[in-house]
């Protein structure tokens, strides 16, 4: 079983999502709790950004124990003083810093061109290597970046002294397959890539960064940069809770983190709490919905043996029990179940009687609460009664 470097960048990349600006106390509580899920890796913030941001990475470097704490710098000398400074308490330090590499970057946004880019590449690790020798370098837009120029950037820098190379599929372009061939090809074609680690850093545009992700180290790659809830710039990043539990799940792919899943839940709510960024209710994993049944074929499926409709236990995530949500499209077997569950006690022939009579208030409502069950139970019951006298 090989591990799978998890690199948490809720606190810089989620953080760039709009309206989710944390101050650093925010900061220092969301820290503690990733570093107690198991995250590997925490990119702390971007401190050349702000003075907000610089302070935030100083308090959190003096209050993590055992993961890395790294910052966010352009490949500007200034830039990786200031996250060198920022990192001088922690007791495992990363910088990460680099360049565009793509053809749009290095023309459109540098105004520059390959060799260059390459030779401003290699100076940016020799300035971090003054402040840790834990270095990661990313080669933004690598995802649209020629493969064989990237081959090239990547071993430039290893051999200056980076530690980990991060591919990004900054723009989320990138289908599956081709950036899972993406990381072979640098496997294959970067003479020293075993002297670093290759890191998958997946956008969602195209609703893909997790799938990305996970092709990404079944070709090679050892750590995934990701974030709770899948926050982060545009349409977000690879979700953490996502590539932990497909990992956990597909055994037979050979990996495993070091992430509690039973904890993912928790700090999912925290998360959206603090950054004020609510989670879509069907988001897989931690979303409302990840484990209620509405459907009547769904939901007769489901209370026979949940395996059929549920290939992860919700406490395995820290979540609530499963639930059984009755709507109009809901069954018999449902609404026996829900019946059962509030103490009343009915035969076949009295739920078939009930069915009907809760149909009725179902297509007027998108939910049957406990409330309106217990109505309908406690007439049933008094029409009983006073017939049989």
Known sequence: MDKIIIFDTTLRDGEQVPGCKLNTNEKIELALELESLGVDVIEAGFPISSPGDFSSVMEI??????????????AVEKDIDVAGQALKYAKRPRIHTGIGTSDFHIKSKFNSNREDILARAMQCIKWARKYTDDIEFYAEDAGRTDNE?????VEAVIKAGATTVNIPDTTGYCLPHQY??????LKNNVSNIDK?????????????????????????????????NGLG???????????????????????????????????????????RMPVQPNKAIVGSNAFSHSSGIHQDGFLKN????EIIN????????????????????????????????FNRNDVDILYDRFLKIADHKKEIEDEDLSEIAEAYQQKTVSYSK
């Open 233 to 275: 710039e545009r349409a977000g990043n690879t979700s953490l809770e996502e590539v932990v539990m497909i990992i956990k799940q597909h055994k037979n792919l050979g990996f495993y983190t070091n992430i509690d899943a039973t904890k993912l839940y928790p700090l999912s709510r925290l998360v959206s709490d603090t950054m």
């Open 314 to 345: 919700p406490e395995e995530v820290g979540a609530d029990s499963s639930r059984i949500v009755l709507t109009a499209r809901s069954g018999r077997s449902a609404l026996a179940y829900r019946f059962q569950k509030l103490g009343y006690e």
């Open 306 to 309: 949940t395996l059929t409709y």
């Open 149 to 153: 120029y990237l081959a090239k950037v």
């Open 61 to 74: 470097s003096k209050s993590i124990t055992n993961a890395t704490v790294c910052a966010l710098s352009r």
């Open 196 to 228: 670093a680690v290759i890191s998958c850093h997946c956008h969602n545009d195209l609703g893909l960064a997790t799938a990305n992700s996970i092709s990404g180290i079944i070709n090679g790659a050892r750590q995934i940069e990701c974030t709770i």
């Open 180 to 185: 899972g061939e993406k990381i072979a090809f």
